[in-house]
């Protein structure tokens, strides 16, 4: 695997230089700095810090990028002790293909890459810096190579846009946790599909519809078989409007997922006999103003309610309901010369009624703030 993986590595590089070497190739530079912290009525406290940095080369046709960097996490609640760490993450290398004006439809051919350079096999106790990702930025260190192929179409026509995407994760094996046995854990293939159409029905009006669905493979640790994630389907709608300097657009979404299947006594596996996953809805507002040619300002607020699932109270697998409201402001400006710069602040409110499942946890509230600073070089 690691030969593959090197291999492939060594192949985008070289797709990457040669696209350098295009006369109308358009290197950058991204990276910045994100600090996400939370703290909840249960005396727990979470904070992380995280550097990205992005290399993309883009020419008319073909683009390649390079995602990693590093990051710092740490958890404490009184009376426990507290965890943190730091590493590297994963290594994503992404490549697109871009067929225009030469088909009935264009055409967009993806190959995404996921080489291992993060942290796997956590210890047991480090277990809890693995957080909710409505909490922070990266809820996870690192997983095995994967290889994530994609096409996409799109066609436009009088006041119709509309995409059709299909997708097929390949995830590799890697070490989770050998503390709870799980050495050798394949966390199991996705197929994706996504599909959305746009409607401008008057001058600086659209509205928006789509959805996406991911089917998933069965998650095994020493080829045993531990549990098979529900199938994931999302409905949504949106409407925008644009107007000389300012824009605006609200976005209603649905999020349903299947029965899960997990262990039974047999070995295999088997539906349970409830959903353990409670349905979502999702409402998100953006408002984004041109003060000037070089600076931008904006403002985003996100809504989310998670309904219980589907065990009754006194089962060991219920999960009460969720609720979150989050709130943000950012600004960009163009300094010139191709660099751009920009600082978001978000601040979020959340509350989780009772669950047992993974393990009991009382009713709770969370209050949580986030800061991300962005750069970015066109050479």
């Known amino acids: 695997m690691k030969i593959r993986a090197l291999a492939l590595a060594i192949w985008f590089v070289a797709l990457a230089l040669a696209a350098a070497a295009a006369p109308a190739a358009e290197p950058s530079l991204r990276t910045g700095f994100v600090?996400?912290?939370?703290?909840?009525?249960?005396?727990?406290?979470?904070?992380?810090?995280?550097?990205?940095?992005?290399?993309?080369?883009?020419?008319?046709?073909l683009t390649i990028g390079l995602l990693s960097g590093i990051q710092h996490t740490q958890f404490d609640r009184a009376g426990q002790t507290n965890r943190t760490l730091s590493s590297a993450l994963d290594t994503k290398v992404t490549s697109s293909y871009a067929i225009l004006g030469k088909?009935?439809?264009?055409?967009?051919?993806?190959?995404?890459?996921?080489?291992?350079?993060?942290?796997?096999?956590?210890?047991?106790?480090?277990?809890?810096?693995?957080?909710?990702?409505?909490?922070?930025?990266?809820?996870?260190?690192?997983?095995?190579?994967?290889?994530?192929?994609?096409?996409?179409?799109?066609?436009?026509?009088?006041?119709?846009?509309?995409?059709?995407?299909?997708?097929?994760?390949w995830r590799g094996k890697y070490d989770f946790s050998t503390d709870l046995g799980m050495k050798d854990f394949e966390p199991g293939d996705i197929v994706t599909a996504n599909a959305v159409a746009k409607y401008g029905f008057a001058p600086g009006w659209s509205a928006r519809f789509f959805g996406s669905a991911a089917w998933y493979r069965k998650e095994t640790a020493q080829g045993a078989a531990l549990y098979r994630e529900g199938d994931f389907y999302a409905v949504g709608a949106g409407l925008d409007r644009s107007w000389e300097n300012t824009s605006a657009g609200v976005t209603l979404k649905s999020v349903l997922r299947r029965k899960s299947r997990i262990t039974n006594?047999?070995?295999?596996?088997?539906?349970?006999?409830?959903?353990?996953?409670?349905?979502?809805?999702?409402?998100?507002?953006?408002?984004?103003?041109?003060?000037?040619?070089?600076?931008?300002?904006?403002?985003?607020?996100t809504g989310l309610l998670v309904a219980e699932n589907g065990y009754p109270r006194d089962s060991t697998r219920h999960v009460g309901k969720r609720w979150k409201v989050a709130l943000g402001v950012g600004v960009a400006r163009d300094l010139g010369e191709g660099v751009e710069a920009g600082l978001s602040l978000k601040g979020f409110t959340m509350h989780d009624d009772e669950a047992n499942f993974p393990q009991f946890r009382s009713a709770r509230s969370y209050r949580g703030a986030s800061a991300v600073l962005s750069l970015g070089k066109n050479f």
């Open 35 to 61: 600090y996400d912290w939370w703290k909840d009525t249960k005396d727990g406290t979470g904070r992380q810090a995280y550097i990205p940095v992005r290399v993309e080369v883009k020419d008319q046709e």
């Open 265 to 301: 006594g047999s070995g295999g596996l088997s539906p349970e006999s409830n959903n353990i996953h409670g349905d979502e809805w999702w409402v998100l507002a953006n408002l984004r103003h041109q003060l000037d040619g070089k600076t931008t300002l904006s403002s985003d607020l």
């Open 103 to 169: 088909l009935p439809v264009d055409v967009l051919l993806g190959l995404d890459l996921n080489l291992p350079t993060g942290k796997t096999n956590l210890a047991q106790e480090d277990l809890v810096l693995l957080m909710d990702p409505e909490l922070v930025s990266i809820n996870g260190f690192g997983e095995g190579f994967n290889v994530n192929p994609s096409i996409s179409v799109a066609k436009a026509w009088e006041n119709w846009i509309a995409g059709l995407g299909v997708g097929y994760a």
